[in-house]
């Protein structure tokens, strides 16, 4: 199985910002990679898929993978409270689709 | 849009009880997953199927086993509920595919007393 590594957090970035969050992976022939959104007490929902080395955007979210490097990573522009939430970055492994989580960030956005 | 449903959005259980949890998806999806999150170990897999009949163990199947007769259907049994199962419990579905994405359910708390 596939380790993903995320760090807890919380980050805290100020209203209007720029959040950058950031994902590692141990198994260097992994493909591809979900970013899942978590608000408390509410189940993950997915907000970006990235299969292709380089950038992905969807509105305010862009995914940045470096396959080279191993990372995978998650910016918000003009974050916003409502994007104050846990975001949980997940690796296929097997082949039924199964995903690793990471344990989350937690992002806090402050007015 | 696709649905997973849980049985149950909290549960009181005692210490002994058998306790089942249950899932359905209105999607058609081959795939059916059942995780417990806790803080600060994140996501982990219990059992998922990719059929029905078919089951797989996760990462953490001890204590638990699972049904699904019927494809939108995908039940968690705890045989014998403790106290070191009070956790939340998601349930997920997918196509069968490789990287295809997996839907939640609103999940369910379980205490165990």
């Known amino acids: 199985q596939k380790e993903v590594e995320q760090n807890s957090g919380p980050l805290s970035v100020p209203e209007g910002a720029i959040a950058s969050l950031n994902c590692t992976y141990s198994?260097?022939?992994?493909?591809?990679f979900f970013w899942y959104r978590q608000y408390s007490g509410k189940s993950p929902e997915l907000i970006m898929f990235i299969y292709s080395n380089g950038d992905k955007e969807d509105g305010r979210f862009t995914a940045q993978l470096n396959k080279a490097s191993q990372y995978v990573s998650l910016l918000i522009r003009d974050s916003q409270p409502s994007d104050s939430a846990t975001y949980l970055c997940?690796?296929?492994?097997?082949?039924?689709?199964?995903?690793?989580f990471g344990k989350g960030t937690m992002l806090l956005v402050s007015p | 849009d696709v649905k997973v449903t849980q049985s149950s959005r909290y549960l009181v259980k005692r210490t002994g009880e058998k306790v089942f949890l249950e899932c359905v998806q209105d999607?058609?999806?081959?795939?059916m997953f059942w995780y417990r999150q806790d803080p600060g170990l994140g996501l982990r897999l219990i059992y998922f199927?990719?059929?029905?009949?078919?089951?797989e163990k996760g990462d953490i199947p001890e204590g638990y086993s699972v049904s699904r007769e019927k494809k939108e259907r995908f039940s968690l049994i705890l045989e014998s509920a403790s106290t070191n199962q009070t956790s939340m419990y998601l349930c997920a579905s997918s196509l069968l595919q490789v990287q295809e994405t997996q839907y939640f359910g609103p999940g369910t708390r379980l205490l165990v007393l």
């Open positions: 997940a690796v296929p492994w097997g082949g039924y689709s199964t995903l690793t």
């Open positions: 999607m058609d999806h081959e795939n």
């Open positions: 199927s990719y059929d029905v009949k078919m089951k």
């Open positions: 198994d260097r022939g992994s493909q591809s």
